[in-house]
């Protein structure tokens, strides 16, 4: 069995910045064993798996050691291969998933998310989280992921986490967020727990942060940055229980999986 398999730099126009994906088109479904393999083969934050055609997909995501719910840069590089290989000249794709129908569309050079909005409440601080990172948070709520907020970039920059105790934590994962210096807001992403100790790029954690900087700024579209090595950028915008989330991608390799692959 031959698996075409792409690699995509996500929410960066240049290789080498953004998140990158692993993106496999299947004729048809493994067992789930056989994509967790394949993910820890990866060895990529997400491994995004498709089936499917005409526009309509279903649509899953591992990371090295477990199967998520949501992952918004290994859907935007699905759609980039959607629309640049698979089908040229789709302009618009639907994925059904774990967390019911998600749309791309393409707008420009850039493709946009149509997914779901978490907007975190607040929460009891966990201990673990307290002692994972170097400095204490001015606020901690919590959605899928509990969201860690800070006064300045500076300090989310500065901070060097602690991820054998992070990885204590009940959640996904932990954004840590703070007004952006040239965008309205900046973050990064924690998931020791999940088989990530930083992601570099996360489009699902902005289902929270979108939310939450809307409130707090008093406006629907926002720019943000995440501060990870790599970096990336993402235009967002909040429409109701939705949040839309943009961002560029690019082809770093394709490839074909040779192994025999039971299933």
């Known amino acids: 069995m031959r698996i075409s398999l792409y690699q995509v730099d996500a929410f960066t126009s240049r290789v080498f910045g953004g998140n990158p994906a692993a993106v496999c088109p299947l004729e048809r479904w493994l067992p789930a064993a056989v994509l967790q393999g394949l993910a820890a083969e990866n060895n990529l934050s997400e491994t995004a798996f498709l089936v499917g055609g005409a526009g309509r997909y279903e649509l899953r995501w591992f990371t090295p050691t477990i199967e998520v719910d949501l992952c918004g840069h290994a859907t935007l590089a699905a759609a980039y291969v959607v629309f640049e290989h698979l089908e040229p000249g789709r302009v618009h794709v639907e994925f059904t998933s774990r967390s019911g129908p998600l749309h791309v569309r393409r707008k420009g050079a850039r493709l946009v998310l149509d997914f779901p909005a978490r907007p975190p ?59 952006g210096e040239e965008t309205d807001f900046v973050s990064r992403f924690f998931a020791p727990q999940s088989g990530i100790d930083e992601d570099p790029v996360t489009g699902s954690a902005h289902c929270t942060l979108v939310p939450y900087w809307a409130e707090v700024l008093g406006k629907t579209e926002l720019t943000a940055r995440q501060l990870s090595t790599r970096g990336g950028e993402l235009w967002c915008r909040l429409a109701g229980e939705r949040v839309d989330i943009a961002g560029e991608a690019v082809l770093y390799l394709r490839g074909e999986v040779l192994a025999d692959l039971p299933g």
Do not use: H, K, N, W
Request: include cysteine; charge should be positive.
């Open 121 to 179: 409440q607040p929460c009891v601080t966990p201990p673990a989280l307290l002692a994972g990172l170097d400095r204490a948070p001015r606020a901690v709520l919590r959605s899928r992921d509990y969201l860690a907020v800070y006064d300045s970039a500076a300090e989310i920059r500065a901070l060097r986490p602690d991820f054998r105790r992070l990885a204590e934590l009940d959640a996904l994962g932990l954004i840590v967020t703070a007004p």
